[in-house]
């Protein structure tokens, strides 16, 4: 909306009831409700969201990053009622929706990928495969994304249990009881590639972005550029992942993902819309991510020399309604005091204001603090400096980092346990380095 007020274009705002004191309702030149039998439906109501488009005279739909920003059969439905989706094609989100499909359009796109299976529904099927590509294996559901049902099998007798819970898991939360396997790598990184690509041939990669910190396969810091990566290993990530993009005929802002164990990195998945972590990029870029989108959408094309090279370093910390001293349980609850932290290199992307009530219907996540510096060294000290500065009370959040000193203590007991702070896309050394230099 901010992007929009500068480019001269007004916005609609919709809402669910619980977020009808959210700033977004307020900042938008005209504000919405949503009805539904529950918060969470009314936002996911393509029909009521189509409706409200076309009564309001809005000529665009912005997906954001949750609810429908990945559904095809939303995009479909913005087009098909005259309206355009900012974001890829239906067919480009379909393609690498399906994870077993994706894995086959990256292989034979030359894109590396983690040794693994296509779509199983058989146990026994599942049991063959394993032995094939070997113990440990992750179960993960073929119809969706963000670790949601993914399941680790460290040995032949922990397969059968592990292949039944995410079978369940991924009926309910993404409809499809479909799973496939996969190795598992139990000490790489976590890299994504920030992708652009507009209607006229051209796909740029925008740098990467280290995301290997997280808790329950969830991002928790994301930082570019990664640290330790050769200029080499840059190129050749950046390259698979224009691959990656073009293989599906993608336009618009994506993500390529890739896992990174010792000297070889696979394609994880595409995120075909603009991710939660995108402002470290637009940091060191000094682009508008999302004014480029608008563009793209327009018909507009993209530099094909690219932007600006990328100068300084970016870090962002998830403010998330959590405690992260009991399991980073969430804690909704009405926020009392909130003061965000300001001065040079300092950016909040926040969607709180005092006294909003913080519903349990939706995820944890508060606020984005960014920062930016000239060097890594300098962005972890304003980064310290400006968790410092943050006043945030009422739920507990992952703000009260600096107020834990036992908190890598806990990280360590946590992540021995294989609970929050996993090291599925981060190995411990890396999660100390993060943790140690921003705690106090």
């Given at each position: 909306m901010r992007t929009c007020r500068e480019m001269g274009v007004p916005t609609v705002a919709v809402y669910a009831e619980p977020d009808a004191r959210a700033p977004h309702a307020y900042f938008a030149d005209e504000r919405v409700p949503l009805a539904g039998p529950s918060p969470r439906q009314a936002y996911l109501d393509i029909d009521q969201l189509v409706r409200v488009a076309r009564e309001r005279g809005a000529d665009a739909v912005h997906p954001g990053y949750g609810f429908l920003s990945e559904n095809p059969s939303f995009a479909e439905a913005c087009v098909n009622n005259g309206l355009t989706f900012i974001g890829p094609s239906a067919s480009s989100m379909r393609a690498m929706g399906d994870k077993v499909e994706a894995r086959r359009r990256m292989i034979e796109a030359g894109v590396p990928v983690v040794p693994g299976t296509t779509a199983l529904r058989d146990e026994q099927a599942a049991v063959t495969e394993a032995a094939r590509i070997g113990y440990p294996v992750l179960v993960k559901a073929a119809a969706g994304g963000g670790g949601i049902g993914m399941r680790v099998a460290q040995q032949a007798g922990e397969l059968p249990a592990a292949f039944e819970a995410c079978r369940r898991a991924a009926q309910a939360s993404f409809g499809s009881p479909d799973v496939y396997l996969e190795r598992y790598l139990s000490h790489p990184r976590h890299i994504e590639i920030q992708v652009l690509a507009d209607g006229h041939g051209t796909t740029l990669a925008l740098g990467e972005r280290e995301c290997s910190i997280q808790r329950r396969h969830q991002k928790l810091l994301e930082e570019t550029p990664a640290v330790g990566l050769t200029d080499a290993r840059r190129r050749a990530m950046a390259e698979a992942a224009v691959k990656a993009a073009a293989a599906v005929g993608y336009q618009n802002a994506g993500t390529i993902e890739f896992i990174v164990s010792g000297e070889d990195f696979y394609f994880l998945e595409m995120n075909t819309r603009l991710q939660v972590e995108h402002p470290v990029t637009e940091l060191v870029l000094g682009i508008d991510l999302v004014r480029e989108q608008v563009r793209i959408s327009r018909g507009e094309r993209i530099p094909a020399q690219g932007y600006s090279s990328p100068r300084g370093h970016a870090i962002e910390f998830r403010i998330n309604a959590e405690d992260a001293l009991r399991?980073?349980?969430?804690?909704?609850?009405?926020?009392?005091?909130?003061?965000?932290?300001?001065?040079?290199?300092?950016?909040?992307?926040?969607?709180?204001?005092?006294?909003?009530?913080?519903?349990?219907?939706?995820?944890?996540?508060?606020?984005?603090?960014?920062?930016?510096?000239?060097?890594?060294?300098?962005?972890?000290?304003?980064?310290?400096?400006?968790?410092?500065?943050?006043?945030?009370?009422?739920?507990?959040?992952?703000?009260?980092?600096?107020?834990?000193?036992?908190?890598?203590?806990?990280?360590?007991?946590?992540?021995?346990?294989?609970?929050?702070?996993?090291?599925?896309?981060?190995?411990?050394?890396?999660?100390?380095?993060?943790?140690?230099?921003?705690?106090?």
């Amino acid at each position: 909306m901010r992007t929009c007020r500068e480019m001269g274009v007004p916005t609609v705002a919709v809402y669910a009831e619980p977020d009808a004191r959210a700033p977004h309702a307020y900042f938008a030149d005209e504000r919405v409700p949503l009805a539904g039998p529950s918060p969470r439906q009314a936002y996911l109501d393509i029909d009521q969201l189509v409706r409200v488009a076309r009564e309001r005279g809005a000529d665009a739909v912005h997906p954001g990053y949750g609810f429908l920003s990945e559904n095809p059969s939303f995009a479909e439905a913005c087009v098909n009622n005259g309206l355009t989706f900012i974001g890829p094609s239906a067919s480009s989100m379909r393609a690498m929706g399906d994870k077993v499909e994706a894995r086959r359009r990256m292989i034979e796109a030359g894109v590396p990928v983690v040794p693994g299976t296509t779509a199983l529904r058989d146990e026994q099927a599942a049991v063959t495969e394993a032995a094939r590509i070997g113990y440990p294996v992750l179960v993960k559901a073929a119809a969706g994304g963000g670790g949601i049902g993914m399941r680790v099998a460290q040995q032949a007798g922990e397969l059968p249990a592990a292949f039944e819970a995410c079978r369940r898991a991924a009926q309910a939360s993404f409809g499809s009881p479909d799973v496939y396997l996969e190795r598992y790598l139990s000490h790489p990184r976590h890299i994504e590639i920030q992708v652009l690509a507009d209607g006229h041939g051209t796909t740029l990669a925008l740098g990467e972005r280290e995301c290997s910190i997280q808790r329950r396969h969830q991002k928790l810091l994301e930082e570019t550029p990664a640290v330790g990566l050769t200029d080499a290993r840059r190129r050749a990530m950046a390259e698979a992942a224009v691959k990656a993009a073009a293989a599906v005929g993608y336009q618009n802002a994506g993500t390529i993902e890739f896992i990174v164990s010792g000297e070889d990195f696979y394609f994880l998945e595409m995120n075909t819309r603009l991710q939660v972590e995108h402002p470290v990029t637009e940091l060191v870029l000094g682009i508008d991510l999302v004014r480029e989108q608008v563009r793209i959408s327009r018909g507009e094309r993209i530099p094909a020399q690219g932007y600006s090279s990328p100068r300084g370093h970016a870090i962002e910390f998830r403010i998330n309604a959590e405690d992260a001293l009991r399991n980073f349980m969430p804690t909704p609850r009405r926020i009392q005091r909130y003061a965000p932290p300001a001065g040079p290199g300092v950016r909040v992307d926040s969607g709180i204001r005092p006294h909003q009530e913080i519903s349990p219907h939706f995820d944890s996540l508060l606020l984005k603090l960014i920062v930016w510096a000239d060097d890594r060294d300098a962005a972890i000290g304003r980064g310290r400096r400006a968790l410092q500065e943050l006043v945030l009370t009422g739920p507990i959040s992952t703000s009260f980092i600096q107020e834990h000193p036992r908190l890598l203590e806990k990280t360590r007991e946590f992540d021995a346990q294989g609970s929050p702070l996993e090291s599925l896309y981060g190995g411990a050394e890396v999660a100390a380095a993060i943790a140690a230099a921003v705690i106090d």
